[in-house]
């Protein structure tokens, strides 16, 4: 069975500052790993996508993401912090292309200080 | 383009009620899945809906019961309610085949007192 560890409950980094989120996988296939961000009193969207490909996929907001197949990893990214950046981020795996549904981490609360 | 919408937006019910809430989809999208956000977790998904039918489940009780409409639009029931069902329903639509991003609507918090 697949599953996501997101070792980090919260991350704290100043405004302008470079930003990781920590994501390791487990599955018996190939991943499909998502990023995604979730706003107070919102649903989830969606930041980014690993299906095959570049290593290092880009997303929405100036978010990027690794690949690591030897690390079981795909850490999310992003050069400069903003304020706005502010939320819970969830990673999700799927195995394969299958008919197998996501399975999300627990979420990493991300403060961003001015 | 509308996205995904839910309603209500919230709910509170007692234990031993029963409860439907309603999803719909993205245009152009034909599949519909509906997971649980407890609090402080990450969504857990319940099942999913293709062509009207069920098509994958997760580890939830036959409480948990869902329909799809003809114009994919789906409804997510809960019957005998529990203190512990209380969290945000998603619903999350999407268009296959399945490595296509799922797309969430706000959710509906449901609240069992």
């Known amino acids: 069975a697949q599953s996501v560890a997101q070792p980090e409950d919260q991350v704290k980094v100043a405004e302008g500052n470079p930003l990781t989120v920590k994501c390791t996988y487990s599955?018996?296939?190939?991943?499909?790993l998502f990023w995604y961000v979730q706003y107070p009193n919102r649903g989830l969207q969606f930041l980014l996508k690993?299906?095959?490909?570049?290593?290092l996929v880009k997303g929405s907001y100036g978010f990027e993401a690794e690949f690591n197949k030897s690390q079981t990893s795909f850490h999310l990214k992003k050069p400069s912090a903003l304020v706005s950046d502010s939320a819970l981020y969830f990673c999700?795996?799927?195995?394969?292309?299958?008919?197998?549904?996501?399975?999300f981490g627990k979420g990493t609360r991300l403060s961003v200080i001015a | 383009d509308a996205g995904v919408t839910q309603s209500p937006t919230h709910l509170i019910k007692t234990r031993g009620q029963q409860v439907t809430l309603r999803c719909s989809p993205k245009?152009?999208?034909?599949?519909v899945s509906w997971y649980q956000q407890a609090l402080g977790q990450g969504p857990q998904f319940i099942f999913q809906?293709?062509?009207?039918?069920?098509?994958q489940r997760g580890n939830f009780p036959d409480r948990f019961s869902g329909h799809q409409f003809p114009n994919y639009s789906s409804e997510l029931n809960v019957n005998a309610l529990l203190l512990g069902d209380s969290a945000l329903y998603l619903c999350?639509?999407?268009?296959?085949?399945?490595?296509?991003?799922?797309?969430f609507g706000p959710g509906t918090r449901l609240t069992v007192l």
């Open positions: 999350a639509s999407s268009l296959l085949p399945l490595y296509n991003e799922q797309f």
């Open positions: 599955v018996s296939g190939n991943p499909y």
């Open positions: 690993y299906i095959t490909g570049d290593n």
């Open positions: 999700a795996v799927r195995d394969g292309p299958g008919n197998t549904p996501l399975v």
């Open positions: 245009s152009g999208h034909d599949t």
């Open positions: 809906y293709y062509e009207e039918e069920e098509r």
